[in-house]
C-alpha cells in the first residue's frame, strides 16, 4: 500500500511492491481525468520534481513522502499563458547562444540543441493544449489580419528545415535557422500568446 497526499487529502493506492512511480501516476491520473483534473506539481519526499517523466521510473519502494497539487485544465491553460511571455523570451535566448555554439564548433552545441528541442517540443505541446482546453479556431482567431493556423504551419515549415539541415550534417545553416528563423519567429508568438489571454479573458470558467 502506498499512500500520497493530494490536493492535502491523504490517498492510498493498491500497488505491488515492484511497482514505481509510473504506476501510481498512471492510476492517478486516470482518476483525475474523469473529474476534469491534472498534476500541477508534484513532491517526492519534499523536493520539487521538475521533470515527472525523469523521475517516474523510481521504485515506490524507495520513495517516502508524495505530494500531489491538481488543477483544472483551464487554470494550468491561464498559468501557461501568463508566464508565455519569459518562457519564449528564455527560449529564444538559449537558440542564438546554441546556434553560436555551432557556428564556433563548440562541443557542448549538440548537447544543448537537444535541450532546445525539448523546450520546443513543450512549447508545441502548450499550444495544443490551449487550443484544446479553450476551445480555439485556430482558422478563425488571427493576429495582423493572419490567422494563428498559419503561424502553426511557418512553425511546422522551420521545424522541418531544423530536420533537413541535420540529416545534410550542415551545423551552419542549423545555426542560422536557429538563430534567423526559429528565435525571429518565437517573437511573434508573443502576439499569438496575448490573443490567448484575450480570449480567456473574454471567455472566463
Avoid at 523536493?47 to 523521475?55: F, K, L, N, S
Avoid at 523546450?119 to 493544449?129: A, D, N, P, Y
Avoid at 484544446?132 to 489580419?145: A, G, K, M, V
Wanted: with cysteine; proline share 2%; aromatic share 10%.
Amino acid at each position: 500500500m502506498q499512500s500520497c497526499v493530494i490536493d492535502g487529502l491523504v490517498r492510498d493506492f493498491n500497488l505491488s511492491g515492484g511497482d514505481n512511480l509510473a504506476s501510481m501516476l498512471g492510476s492517478l491520473n486516470e482518476d483525475l481525468a474523469k473529474n476534469g483534473r491534472f498534476i500541477a506539481s508534484l513532491r517526492v519526499n519534499g523536493r520539487e520534481v521538475a521533470d515527472i517523466d525523469g523521475e517516474s521510473g523510481q521504485s515506490l519502494e524507495r520513495l517516502g513522502s508524495i505530494e500531489i497539487i491538481t488543477e483544472s485544465p483551464f487554470t494550468i491553460a491561464a498559468n501557461i499563458i501568463a508566464e508565455a511571455g519569459q518562457f519564449i523570451d528564455g527560449l529564444q535566448d538559449y537558440l542564438v547562444r546554441t546556434a553560436s555554439y555551432y557556428t564556433s564548433d563548440c562541443e557542448r552545441a549538440g548537447r544543448d540543441f537537444d535541450e532546445a528541442v525539448q523546450g520546443l517540443q513543450w512549447f508545441v505541446q502548450m499550444i495544443g493544449f490551449i487550443e484544446q482546453t479553450l476551445r480555439l479556431d485556430f482558422e478563425r482567431l488571427s493576429l495582423n489580419d493572419k490567422p494563428v493556423a498559419e503561424y502553426v504551419q511557418r512553425l511546422n515549415i522551420i521545424f522541418q528545415e531544423i530536420v533537413n539541415s541535420q540529416e545534410n550534417f550542415d551545423p551552419v545553416l542549423l545555426a542560422d535557422i536557429l538563430e534567423y528563423d526559429l528565435a525571429p519567429h518565437l517573437e511573434e508568438w508573443k502576439g499569438v500568446f496575448t490573443l490567448f489571454a484575450a480570449e480567456l479573458t473574454a471567455n472566463p470558467r
